[in-house]
């Protein structure tokens, strides 16, 4: 979908965001993530430790599995209300594993570091990521 | 249900959560909301101006009357990642109108006023109000 200049620069210019997933039953979850948008596209790695929980196990990526629509929330709050806005992202979300989709898997692991230096410690590359392309962006307030 | 008091001190002192809610077809939306919580419910004011959109066409009021599932994130961002965390709470949503439930509407009123002084300048007392009853809540990381 086309995404105009301003909202993209505030998606990419953004260090987290809010990803709503929901499971079979509609039952709705939301976690944290940090993320990558690349005009198109949008990726978050699952950077869990897999000792900790299986990726595969984790309530978002078996909800993706399950139904693959997904929302997303950029915002930032301040005391200042004339000042908050958001941008909202629905659209539908896969899991790419290592060495999907050709080189896409590598390409976002890439733009994940550059964004992240903090990915650079972690083996993203060897985890599942979380691709979502938008089919619906909503625009919000001041930003 | 019992939360403990760490947990009950991080979901009060935080000023905005993000609200996720699904539709009928289970697809989600999520918002940033301010809210209270007065250790037992959490209440997030409609607080739209009418004259935008009528309070009832909100995507988040059709999704609770249509599916009260509901999940709210409390968590900051920082660059060190070794002190993220969040707060995850699942529960059950309803619309309060005011003089619903006799005085609940107008005390969580009075509470979101003393947490948030911007709204000493709004009419919230007039307009609905979330309503969240928490069913499971979940601590990840440092906080």
């Not at 000792?51 to 599995?65: S, Y």
């Not at 000042?83 to 896969?94: D, F, M, P, Q, R």
């Not at 230096?117 to 993203?124: D, V």
């Amino acid at each position: 979908m086309e995404i105009d200049q301003s909202t993209r620069d505030f998606i990419r210019d953004h260090r987290v965001a809010r990803l709503a997933t929901a499971d079979g039953d509609g039952r709705p979850t939301v976690i944290p993530i940090c993320y990558v948008f690349d005009g198109e596209h949008i990726y978050s790695p699952i950077d869990e430790k897999p000792k900790q929980v299986a990726p595969r196990r984790l309530k978002r990526v078996r909800n993706i599995e399950t139904n693959p629509h997904v929302a997303l929330v950029i915002d930032d709050y301040a005391e200042d209300w004339t000042t908050l806005g958001y941008v909202l992202i629905s659209g539908l979300a896969e899991i790419l594993l290592p060495g999907d989709h050709a080189s896409e898997h590598a390409r976002a692991v890439t733009l994940l570091r550059d964004k992240y230096p903090q990915y650079l410690a972690m083996a993203i590359d060897e985890r599942m990521m979380i691709k979502l392309t938008p089919t619906r962006i909503k625009r919000w307030g001041a930003q």
